[in-house]
């Protein structure tokens, strides 16, 4: 089932009938009628496929805009995209990210992140560390299902974090327009 975005117009002015309430009221009142209607229905007669998602057999297909958990993107050549300049852990308001740059110099790569941890228990899931990433090396998943008895476990390493470039194409071509990066997106090295 595929997410949908509903734009909310709001306006600034209430027009005289919304002014007087009542029609607003009786209004919302058929809105939660026709939903209450609507799903009885399909209690009584089985086919609740229209407002039920039968989760965890079933997955909602978020929006391309949404919010999961942050992850690294990975290169081709196994390698993060990552160039370990710390933006994102100087713009993380949670300070949950954590990176220890090294040097790469036999594969032609000034720095990259010999380790990177972010701490998945304190991190708000904000983005404000993929829209500080100018390599586009950081950026947030459709991944939310992160519940664990043991908060040590949420310590997520640099390789849990890895994830292919391509299955990661929804998200960078919507951040791509959204932040509309001058350098398109490309890659300042690719050598890795
Ligand atoms: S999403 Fe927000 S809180 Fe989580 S690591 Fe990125 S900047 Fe930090
Ligand atoms: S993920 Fe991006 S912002 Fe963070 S250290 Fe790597 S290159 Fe810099």
Redesign the pocket.
């Known amino acids: 089932m595929p997410g949908k975005v509903i734009v909310v117009e709001r306006r600034a002015k209430l027009t005289w009938v919304e002014r007087l309430y009542l029609p607003m009221i009786v209004k919302g009142l058929a809105v939660t009628s026709r939903r209450f209607f609507r799903n009885l229905a399909g209690f009584i007669t089985g086919n609740r496929k229209s407002f039920v998602v039968q989760y965890p057999e079933e997955r909602v297909d978020y929006p391309d805009a949404f919010r999961g958990m942050p992850v690294?993107v990975q290169l081709e050549s196994g390698q993060?995209?990552?160039?370990?300049?710390?933006?994102?852990?100087f713009?993380c308001p949670t300070d949950c990210?954590s990176?220890v740059p090294g040097e790469l110099e036999a594969a032609g790569i000034e720095r990259y992140?010999e380790k990177?941890e972010i701490e998945m228990s304190r991190c708000m899931f904000c983005g404000l560390?993929e829209e500080?990433?100018?390599?586009e090396?950081?950026v947030m998943s459709r991944e939310v299902e992160l519940a664990s008895y043991d908060r040590g476990s949420l310590r997520f390493q640099k390789e849990q974090l890895l994830v292919p470039e391509s299955l990661l194409k929804r998200r960078l071509d919507f951040i791509r327009s959204d932040y509309d990066r001058p350098h398109g997106g490309e890659p300042s090295r690719r050598s890795a």
């Open positions: 690294l993060p995209k990552c160039v370990a300049c710390g933006l994102c852990e713009a990210i990176i992140p990177f560390c500080a990433c100018p390599e090396a950081i």
